[in-house]
């Protein structure tokens, strides 16, 4: 059996545990928090990393930061994951869907151009599968419009745009530590904060609208409730994991990002043939290893190619389902037809790939992809 993916032990997780039990301090904002969020800052030269219990909470925390209300309106792109658009919907925003490129399957700035009014108040952006947005032009634009810019950086870790990380170039940044990303810590998030100016709220929107932080930091004798906030802060067991797989984000970057080239490479010949679209990657960006996607001519073959995968006990799968089609949606508001994101969403689907698939594994689904469509020929 193929699975669709895998988490792993990478080092020293376990002892990393075992340290935090024996330590007594398994709540939130301790030792391993502060070591993970130190690692973060430095590797990607963020200005401050806050640990959440999820990317979905640091997106939420960006929601309060951002003091979202009823008649602000939230560009987000419509092929993108839940809570993209339901962290800003639950502060009342009303949500423009955005249709994405047919090349990155990211948002683009003539798409933006067309969405921004007088009332938008910030931009989410996704860097779909770890390959970026045209960053430069997107915040030249919320610049000149005075619109936040929030990066769901849920599959961006590792991740450069022009030599600089992904999730440190807008207003704020949300990382997902999900196990089925690269870097884990089962559920787990940071907000990266590169826009000082939310630093010392989101601190307090962390911490359940308390100062706590300030209190723990010793700066003051007792805390009190201050602002909005929730229960957002990543405990210490979960930070204890993370930082166990953080110190061996080289090695697992390096295999993931073979595994990808070897699909990318694998797969070349049906490309070529015209029967499968390979993801592009733009001269600005890098492939981190977090997806590996391909599209298929139309619904019905990739359908059935996921059903002949499973047959042969591999996993494969599909997202998004476009959010501006959702129930949810349907129900509140009137929108648009987004032609790709709803056409991608039909043609796409992703293959296994996991720290731990080995290349006789890969081999095997590569050619059991092939030999699909040579039946289908
Ligand atoms: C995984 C993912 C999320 C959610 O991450 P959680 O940590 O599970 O909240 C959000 N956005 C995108 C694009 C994702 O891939």
Redesign the pocket.
């Known amino acids: 059996m193929i699975p669709f993916n895998k988490s792993i032990v990478a080092g020293n997780e376990l002892n990393y545990i075992k340290e935090a039990i024996s330590s007594g301090k398994i709540a939130s904002g301790g030792h391993f928090s502060n070591k993970c969020s130190h690692i973060l800052e430095k590797r990607y030269h963020s200005k401050k990393v806050l640990l959440t219990k ?3 909470a640091a997106l939420e925390m960006c929601a309060l930061l951002l003091d979202i209300h009823p008649g602000d309106e939230v560009i987000v792109p419509s092929f ?2 839940v ?2 658009a339901n962290s800003f919907a639950l502060r009342g925003a009303s949500i423009c869907f955005a249709d994405i490129d047919p090349k990155t399957l990211n948002i683009t700035p003539k798409e933006l151009i067309n969405l921004i009014s007088p009332k938008t108040k910030a931009l989410v952006v ?1 860097h779909y599968a770890g390959i970026s947005c045209e960053m430069d032009e997107i915040i030249d634009l919320c610049q000149k419009k005075g619109i936040v810019i929030i990066e ?1 950086a ?2 961006s870790i590792d991740a450069y745009y022009n030599h600089k990380a992904l999730g440190t170039l807008g207003d704020l940044g949300c990382f ?1 530590f ?1 196990e ?2 690269n870097i884990s810590s089962g ?1 787990g ?1 940071a907000l990266f904060i590169n826009n000082l100016k939310y630093k010392e709220r989101a601190e307090i929107i962390l911490n359940k609208g308390t100062n706590r932080a300030a209190h723990l930091r010793g700066d003051i004798q007792k805390y009190e409730w201050q602002d909005l906030g929730s229960s957002y802060a990543l405990p210490e067991l979960n930070a204890a994991y993370l930082l166990g797989q953080l110190e061996k984000i080289d090695t697992i970057q390096k295999r993931r990002i073979e595994l990808w080239h070897n699909y990318q490479f694998g797969l070349n010949e049906l490309e070529m043939q015209g029967k499968i679209n390979l993801p592009f990657v733009p001269e600005s960006s890098t492939v981190n290893g977090s997806v590996f996607y391909f599209l298929c001519l139309n619904k019905e073959t990739r359908d059935t190619l996921i059903d002949h995968l499973r047959n042969r006990n591999i996993y494969a799968v599909f997202h998004y389902i476009p959010l501006h089609t959702s129930p949810y949606i349907k129900k509140k508001q009137k929108t648009h037809y987004l032609p790709i994101s709803e056409s991608y969403s039909a043609r796409i689907i992703r293959l296994p790939l996991y720290y731990k698939l080995t290349d006789e594994e890969q081999w095997v689904v590569i050619e059991e992809v092939i030999s699909f469509f040579k039946q289908n020929d």
């Open positions: 999820s990317c979905t993108s994951y809570s993209t996704l769901d849920a599959l997902s999900h089925t990303k559920e998030g």
